[in-house]
């Protein structure tokens, strides 16, 4: 399976971005999401989607202004990110999982769960 993520780029604090992750390969997976890492820091959960029921869970810092969509069909997820913040900034990692333990936000949210991983996309807020 190989993903590909695109979309990121320079934005000033309180503009939007879009970003896409497909997909391809031996696709059957149960659920995509996105997470982001700084340099440093431990990979973070952002937003996920389960794709029976299309059940999706978000971080709580980015509730309200990120909106995850997809298409299981066509193995495809997009991040709509409105009201960007200087620390949403950080490299954006898209993944897929072949199963989950559960469908809950605790599970979706564990990167040790997802199987692929794409090489991510760089957000940069900054004024």
């Known amino acids: 399976v190989q993903l590909q ?3 990121g780029g320079l ?18 997976n149960y659920a995509m999401a996105w997470f982001r890492q ?5 990979r973070e959960f952002v937003a996920g989607i389960v794709w029976a029921g299309e059940i999706t869970h ?10 995850l969509s997809g298409e ?16 949403d900034a950080a490299v954006y ?16 949210a564990t ?5 692929y991983w794409g090489q991510g996309t760089q957000v940069t807020v900054s004024s």
């Open 5 to 7: 993520a695109s979309g």
């Open 58 to 67: 978000y971080a709580r810092s980015v509730r309200g202004r990120f909106t």
């Open 72 to 87: 299981h069909t066509q193995n495809t997820v997009n991040l709509q990110m409105d009201n960007l913040k200087p620390e």
């Open 38 to 42: 700084v340099p440093g820091e431990k």
């Open 93 to 108: 990692l898209c993944a897929t999982a072949e199963a989950l333990p559960c469908a809950d936000y605790r599970c979706v």
């Open 11 to 28: 934005v000033q604090p309180g503009d939007s971005l879009r970003l896409s992750c497909a997909a391809s390969g031996h696709t059957d």
């Open 111 to 115: 990167a040790g769960f997802y199987n």
